[in-house]
């Protein structure tokens, strides 16, 4: 099974600063990349996913993140973040062909207001 | 809107119970899963099931056994609970079939398990 390595384990900033999320995996074949949020009380729902093509992928509410098939990472980014944005985001990774996810240990993420 | 459902959100049982933990999903999705979410550990895998009465061993299958007699019904039991099997547990579904693995998991809310 694949490793997968969540670098931060809580991050707290003000409205409107930057987020960037790291996310390293351990694979060296094909993989599938994805992101997932829990925003508190709810489901853990997908917000975003690689599989082929542009490695800058976009994903709901502003988010997006860069595959770099050379450092083994699929970093999360949002340029502005809101108080909503407050949730713990997972990583997950899986091998091509294989539909079992290897998760990360999560980040959460407080955003003030 | 897939919708995957648990059984119970909140769950307090005693050491050495027999707990079933159910989940349903209403979209006809072949595949099914079962995790438990702790701190600092994130998901791991329990079991999962890709067919009827398929199922497999995921990551931690230890003191966990699972049935899946119809399609969309997955249940986990815990044969003998213990509190160190005290923790969150996310049920998921996912489609097309096996063999592409980059399809959605969908989730259920979560049913939090207390062993006393």
């Known amino acids: 099974a694949q490793s997968v390595s969540q670098h931060n384990h809580h991050v707290i900033l003000s409205e409107a600063a930057s987020l960037e999320l790291g996310c390293n995996y351990s694979y060296g074949g094909t993989v599938n990349l994805f992101w997932y949020v829990q925003y508190p009380g709810q489901h853990l729902q997908l917000l975003l996913k690689y599989f082929s093509g542009d490695p800058l992928v976009k994903g709901i509410k502003g988010f997006e993140a860069e595959f770099i098939k050379s450092k083994f990472s699929f970093n999360l980014r949002k340029p502005s973040v809101q108080w909503s944005d407050t949730a713990e985001y997972f990583c997950a990774v899986n091998s091509y062909n294989d539909y079992k996810l290897s998760f990360g240990a999560g980040t959460t993420v407080t955003v003030r207001a | 809107d897939v919708k995957v459902t648990q059984s119970s959100r909140y769950l307090v049982k005693r050491t050495g119970e027999k707990v079933f933990l159910e989940c349903v999903q209403d979209m006809d999705h072949e595949n099914m899963f079962w995790y438990r979410q702790d701190p600092g550990l994130g998901l791991r895998l329990i079991y999962f099931?890709?067919?009827?009465?398929?199922?497999e061993k995921g990551d931690i299958p230890e003191g966990y056994s699972v049935s899946r007699e119809k399609k969309e019904r997955f249940s986990l039991i815990l044969e003998s609970a213990s509190t160190n099997q005290t923790s969150m547990y996310l049920c998921?579904?996912?489609?097309?079939?096996?063999?592409?693995?980059?399809?959605?998991?969908?989730f259920g809310p979560g049913t939090r398990l207390l062993v006393l």
């Open positions: 998921a579904s996912s489609s097309p079939p096996p063999g592409q693995g980059s399809e959605t998991q969908y």
């Open positions: 099931s890709y067919d009827v009465k398929m199922k």
